[in-house]
Each structure stands twice: as structure tokens, then as C-alpha cells.
């Protein structure tokens, strides 16, 4: 099974929400990023955070990592509708290897 | 603009066809990746170049050929494929990978092949 998996697999929710997608991984990493996709478009680096960090803030991003746990969360305050888009995990393994998951498709609605 | 660039957007090809996807990256990064991303699965990591030298072969089938002539450029020779690589490939680019803190990924916007 993959090293990355998403949860939900698809999340809708009202301009103005937050939208919490979480991420959980089965060996240790160096670290865990985030990226986003448009549709049909390339991926979009978002945030990185480290094996010894527990919380990292990028303007309306806020990541948690839990290693204890093997698992990631991404947190997007007050969403806009252009947020809309698939939103993954990435980590990367200690051999150098970055393994993405499956993804969260975001909808935010006007 | 991402900074790095892939052609063509979209490639029709037949399965005796001999096509090749191109990507350039501007970043003045050192390491360049092919990963094949294909509906409902995850981004599939097939090749990695570090320094021009080829660090990864994911158990790519051989109907799929990478070459890297410079730290700029990287091809992806494709022939006699078969219609389950039909597929959106994507080019990234991204600094040493030899640092054991590796650092992001600037992707490409992709080329959509659809064999037939």
C-alpha cells in the first residue's frame, strides 16, 4: 500500500469555512510537504515541514505533523473559492524518494 | 509561469508511434524527475536525474526512455506504448538530492498523452 494516504478523498464545503485535509504515512521521513493541483495543471508546492517540527503557518495554511502518530494535517482558514483544487501529501523518505498520496479534492462553493 | 516548462501540452500517439515529451527548467536546479500521474492513483515517481546522472528508475518498462543531456533539459522518449499509459506525465525540478533535507518540487504543467 502507499506511503501517503489523504483523508477525505473529497471535501466541499461554503466560501468563508476552513477545510481540514489530513495525511497519514506508514515509515519514517525527513520531512512532509504539501502541494496543490489545479485541474490540469501542475502541482504547486505549498509548505514543507520537518520530522522535529509539530507546526508550521504560511499565511492562511497552518500544518500540523504528528510523528508519533505518522500523520499530517493541512488546515485552510477561511477559504476562498479559489481554493478550489487537489490538495496532496508528499514525504520524503530518508533514501531521497518523495511518494505522494492520492489527494483531497477541495470544492469551496461561492 | 512556473519556471519549468513541458511540450507538447498534448500528445496523441499511436502504439507504434516514436514520440518524445520535453522538459526545460529555468530554476538553475540539479535535479529533474518524470512521474506519471494517472486517474484515481497517486503521482507515480518514474525517473530521477541528479547532476545530469540517472539516480532512479522506478520499475519503469522500458518503452519509456529518459535522457537528461544537461541539468536544463529532460526527455522522455516513449515508444510501442500501450493505452494504459495513457496518462497526464509530469516533468519537476527541484535542488540537489543529494541533501538529506530535500527541497520542494517545481512542477511543470504536465503533457496530457492519450495513446490509442
Known amino acids: 500500500s502507499q506511503q501517503g494516504e489523504e483523508d477525505p478523498q473529497a471535501l466541499s464545503i461554503q466560501e468563508g469555512e476552513n477545510a481540514t485535509m489530513n495525511c497519514s504515512y506508514k515509515?519514517?521521513?525527513?520531512?512532509l510537504q504539501w502541494y496543490r493541483q489545479n485541474s490540469g495543471r501542475g502541482l504547486v508546492h505549498l509548505i514543507l515541514?520537518?520530522?522535529?517540527?509539530r507546526e508550521k503557518h504560511s499565511g492562511r495554511l497552518r500544518v500540523t505533523l504528528d510523528t508519533s502518530k505518522k500523520s499530517s494535517s493541512l488546515l485552510i482558514t477561511a477559504s476562498r473559492a479559489a481554493d478550489t483544487a487537489s490538495y496532496f501529501c508528499?514525504?520524503?523518505?530518508?533514501?531521497?524518494?518523495?511518494?505522494f498520496g492520492q489527494g483531497t479534492e477541495l470544492s469551496v462553493k461561492p | 509561469e512556473t519556471g519549468v516548462t513541458q511540450t507538447p501540452r498534448h500528445l496523441v500517439m499511436g502504439m507504434t508511434n516514436k514520440k518524445s515529451l520535453k522538459c526545460e527548467q529555468h530554476?538553475?536546479?540539479?535535479?529533474m524527475y518524470w512521474y506519471k500521474q494517472s486517474a484515481k492513483k497517486p503521482l507515480e515517481l518514474m525517473f530521477v536525474y541528479n547532476f545530469k546522472e540517472q539516480t532512479e528508475n522506478n520499475s519503469v518498462p522500458s518503452r519509456f526512455s529518459p535522457e537528461c543531456p544537461n541539468s536544463s533539459h529532460l526527455f522522455l522518449h516513449l515508444h510501442t506504448l500501450q493505452p494504459e499509459d495513457s496518462a497526464l506525465y509530469l516533468c519537476?525540478?527541484?535542488?540537489?538530492?543529494?541533501?538529506?533535507?530535500?527541497?520542494?518540487?517545481?512542477f511543470g504543467n504536465g503533457t496530457r498523452l492519450t495513446v490509442t
Open positions: 519537476a525540478s527541484s535542488q540537489d538530492r543529494r541533501a538529506e533535507d530535500n527541497s520542494p518540487l517545481h
Open positions: 515541514i520537518r520530522s522535529n517540527e
Open positions: 530554476l538553475g536546479h540539479n535535479a
Open positions: 515509515t519514517s521521513i525527513n520531512n
Open positions: 508528499a514525504t520524503d523518505l530518508k533514501r531521497g524518494k518523495l511518494i
